[in-house]
């Protein structure tokens, strides 16, 4: 047999070999078609996310973000954002509080009483939380819904890791007798609603600022603050407030059961500041 | 006109000066003429000294006719029924004389086997009808004419296209080389069926060209996709070999669930093709063998996002069938369709956001064009 016919049987066997090994692995390469611009963040109008980088794993203090970078202030700090059960997210102009933009969480509160099935759309700061420090976000509630009061804003969550932590703390909305919403905390340690005081309903249609101060301690040493609009809505001291040395902060709309079912919340500037 | 109409009929006679290499026999003919004009054993003879000395070695031909004669007055009318398949074709020539009309109808046939023979394209019923052989359809719409006046005249003018058609053909039929000459000055140089018959090899490849191409599909990117191409290539008898390129619609897409986040995608591809025509009634069938290259620039988009537009491609292998329809010898609508499955299947990630998309394991399409032999 002629070498020339050889070589070229041997060509093709070798491609049709790799042909057949690419489609048999699967041959998936990854290809990265966007990453999170800083230098865009720089000339959003000084809205985006000061940051103190941590190369331990823990929560950088201060940190903000406006959201004048889309969703790059958490990713670029190990946090995420993420959306699921009929739950979207987006990046608005228009409601704000400050800079070109802000989030739009939006949920379907048509929940079963199934836990996984509940729709939620949050962004995520995780990592070792500070000892002590102030965790606020603006909050915009277009219209009134009825909840069956698991209408979540905030969540904190301790333990090891996402897959091995456990509740800490919930702020979240509740309608009073009249049906007005008015916030709700639960303390999931003690597995109790500590009651909000001193403040009014929240209001509907307009910005308003939820803020907690977090003592962390896993002895009777902590201490927890709510503020709604800088008024003190609860203090606590000497309390177990955090038994873990890893956590999770959720900020967005997280809901079980709302009338209406369809439920979008705006969020905008949210910070870590350090405490006393 | 009769300068016209002769060289008309010396240009068909010539087309036959140099066919030894094709053999008749496969055209089915049925006669009817009355007994003082020529009868089928001698229409049949006349064909084979038009198409050379192998005329009994049966060579394939799809190609069935209906001749007929009849006196018209004074004069005589040959009615031709022609049939390729599910084409159809009809011509009429009145002549004085019933003598010249036998050959008139060997002629037609000789033209139309070796139309036939000459190209890989299928006889269309502007062949069959006459449009290409312009002495014969001169002759078929003297024959018309004469139905409406000046009868004597354009029956003289059919009577001499009969004649000269005739002779041409006899003599072409004795001295090829000679009449070779005559060809190359009547016939078109561009024209595929004025090509000499000893050259077969030459005649058998044709350049074609495939524009443009109208494409669509599904699978390769999240959307359908929609492209313009074109291609070029060779055929050989029935075979087709094109490689073509396609520049595709840009598409935008969000995947969810954050909203406003997601991917632009423009795409280029290139595909190499080789088909084999099978004739089916007045059409031509191709499955076909495909090799794509799909090339993708990405770019994610969303508030925050950057990015530097990369590029990857990824080879398919897949298979096709197309459908060619002839709108005449030279040009072809195409229509396709054509499925393929992906060597490689990238996955489009934007930071923070995730996945995009996906290349899909197959892909499917449409084609639909035209192709011109050259």
């Known amino acids: 047999m002629p070498a020339g016919v050889v070589h070229h049987r041997a060509l093709a066997m070798a491609s049709a070999a790799f042909a057949t090994a690419c489609l048999a692995l699967a041959c998936e390469p990854t290809v990265v078609i966007g990453t999170c611009s800083q230098a865009n963040a720089a000339g959003a109008g000084g809205e985006a996310g000061a940051t103190a980088s941590s190369n331990d794993g823990s929560v950088g203090v201060p940190w903000s973000t406006g959201f004048e970078n889309g969703m790059c202030d958490y990713f670029s700090q190990g946090g995420y954002c993420y959306a699921r059960h009929d739950a979207t997210m987006e990046i608005v102009r228009s409601p704000v509080h400050s800079g070109q ?13 199934m836990t996984e099935d509940r729709s939620q759309a949050r962004c995520v700061r995780q990592g070792k939380m500070p000892e002590s420090a102030y965790y606020g976000a603006w909050y915009f509630v ?3 819904h009825t909840s069956d009061t698991n209408w979540n804003l905030f969540h904190f969550l301790g333990g090891v890791s996402e897959t091995d932590s456990h509740p800490l703390w919930d702020i979240s909305l509740a309608n009073d007798s009249d049906g007005a919403l008015v916030l709700s905390v639960l303390n999931f340690i003690k597995n109790t609603h500590p009651p909000i005081s001193g403040v009014p309903p929240i209001p509907i249609g307009s910005w308003f600022h939820i803020e907690i101060f977090l003592k962390r301690s896993a002895t009777a040493n902590g201490e927890v603050t709510v503020l709604q609009d800088g008024v003190t809505a609860l203090h606590q001291i000497n309390l177990v407030t955090d038994d873990t040395d890893w956590g999770q902060w959720y900020v967005g709309n997280y809901a079980r059961k709302l009338v209406p079912a369809l439920s979008t919340i705006y969020v905008d500037d949210i910070t870590i500041r350090e405490g006393q | 006109m009769t300068l016209r109409l002769a060289s008309a009929a010396v240009g068909l006679a010539t087309l036959f000066s140099a066919a030894p290499s094709f053999a ?8 009817q003429a009355p007994l003082n004009c020529p009868q089928e054993a001698q229409v049949r003879q006349k064909l084979r000294d038009l198409l050379g000395t ?3 070695d049966a060579s394939a031909s799809r190609l069935r006719a209906e001749g007929s004669i009849e006196p018209v007055g004074e004069r005589f009318r040959l009615t031709l029924n022609i049939h390729y398949d599910l084409v159809n074709g009809t011509r009429v020539v009145q002549a004085a004389s019933c003598e010249d009309l036998g050959g008139v109808a060997a002629v037609t046939l000789a033209i139309l086997f070796r139309a036939e023979h000459s190209s890989g394209a299928p006889l269309t019923a502007h062949d069959l009808g006459g449009a290409s052989t312009s002495a014969l359809a001169d002759a078929r719409t003297a024959g018309t004419e004469n139905q409406t006046g000046d009868a004597n005249s354009h029956a003289e003018g059919s009577e001499t296209r009969a004649e000269n058609a005739q002779k041409g053909a006899q003599n072409s039929a004795q001295n090829g080389a000679q ?3 005559t060809t190359d000055e009547l016939e078109p140089k561009d024209s595929p069926h004025a090509s000499d018959a000893s050259d077969s090899n030459a005649t058998r490849w044709h350049f074609v060209l495939s524009a443009p191409e109208l494409r669509t599909d599904i699978g390769a990117l999240p959307n359908a996709g929609y492209g313009l191409g074109f291609g070029a290539g060779a055929r050989h008898d029935a075979w087709r070999f094109l490689i073509s390129g396609t520049f595709w619609l840009a598409q935008e897409y969000q995947p969810g669930p954050f909203v406003g986040y997601g991917a632009h995608f423009g795409r280029m591809s290139g595909e190499l093709s080789g088909c084999h025509g099978f004739q089916v009634a007045g059409f031509e069938l191709s499955p076909c063998l495909l090799f794509t290259v799909d090339d993708v620039a990405a770019r994610g988009t969303g508030t925050g996002i950057s990015s530097s537009n990369p590029r990857t491609a990824w080879l398919s292998v897949g298979a096709g069938l ?8 030279q040009a072809a609508l195409v229509f396709g369709v054509n499925g393929r499955v992906a060597t490689s299947r990238p996955r489009f990630v934007s930071e923070g956001v995730g996945e995009i998309s996906q290349v899909g394991p197959a892909a499917v399409g449409v084609v639909l064009g035209c192709e011109w032999l050259l």
């Open chain 2, 322 to 329: 197309q459908g060619l329809w002839s709108l005449g010898r």
């Open chain 2, 24 to 31: 008749q026999g496969g055209v089915q003919l049925r006669w």
């Open chain 2, 54 to 56: 192998s005329a009994s």
């Open chain 2, 179 to 181: 009449k070779k000459t």
């Open chain 1, 101 to 113: 933009f802000a989030a739009a969480f939006t949920v379907n509160g048509n929940a079963t009483n």
């Open chain 1, 142 to 144: 277009p219209e009134l």
